[in-house]
């Protein structure tokens, strides 16, 4: 079989290189975890532990926000990419619910 850039990361095998690439590199792990996360909230029509659609996406607001609070000198950056890319995750991944594609993206289930 023959691995493209495009394989599910879980089904290579592990002495792969794209296996190594992940487990070795942190941002690459947040960005795939960020979209993770973004599709199973479009999956499930945004309902998620956190409650329904309306609180899902109130809490993300309070995250933005409690994150927009924090002044420059105590800005944690990892947490800040981390929410940056599960927004953008986000954004594409339900535009592509409703579009059908962003970017060549898998069709997300209606």
Do not use: Y
């Not at 339900?94 to 898998?106: E, H, I, K, R, T």
């Amino acid at each position: 079989r023959v691995v493209g850039w495009r394989s599910n990361v879980l089904e290579v095998g592990s002495d792969s290189e794209q296996c190594r690439l992940v487990t070795t590199s942190e941002r690459l792990q947040t960005v795939w975890l960020a979209w993770t996360a973004a599709q199973h909230c479009v999956i499930t029509k945004l309902r998620t532990p956190l409650g329904k659609a309306q609180e899902t996406l109130g809490h993300i607001d309070q995250a933005c926000k409690k994150l927009a609070a924090q002044p420059v000198e105590r800005l944690d950056m990892a947490q800040a990419h981390s929410l940056l890319a599960f927004t953008q995750s986000l954004e594409k991944a339900m535009v592509n619910g409703w579009d059908g594609s962003v970017a060549a993206l898998p069709l997300a289930n209606k």
